[in-house]
């Protein structure tokens, strides 16, 4: 069952693309998207990437914990 996680705190230049990218180290992202202002179009700051299965998410939380925090944009 895909798991959907919450991503706060991005760079408001970070693309939906690069954060496909990053997650896409700890398995298949199915799912990515920066969430935008409906009037200016800018990123809000955060967004959701939507992963394959449980044991993948698990994978990015370890790869957080080793060292990888901060998607740079």
């Not at 954060?19 to 398995?27: D, H, I, P, S």
């Not at 920066?34 to 955060?46: A, N």
Request: glycine share 10%; hydrophobic share 40%.
């Amino acid at each position: 069952m895909a798991q959907k996680l919450f991503i706060g705190g991005l760079a408001f230049s970070t693309s939906t693309e690069r954060l496909r990218e990053v997650f896409a180290a700890a398995g298949q992202a199915e799912s990515a998207a920066v969430v935008t202002d409906r009037d200016t179009g800018h990123s809000r700051g955060f967004g959701f990437v939507e992963m394959g299965t449980q044991e993948e998410a698990d994978a990015f939380d370890r790869l957080i914990e080793e060292g990888c925090e901060r998607i740079e944009p």
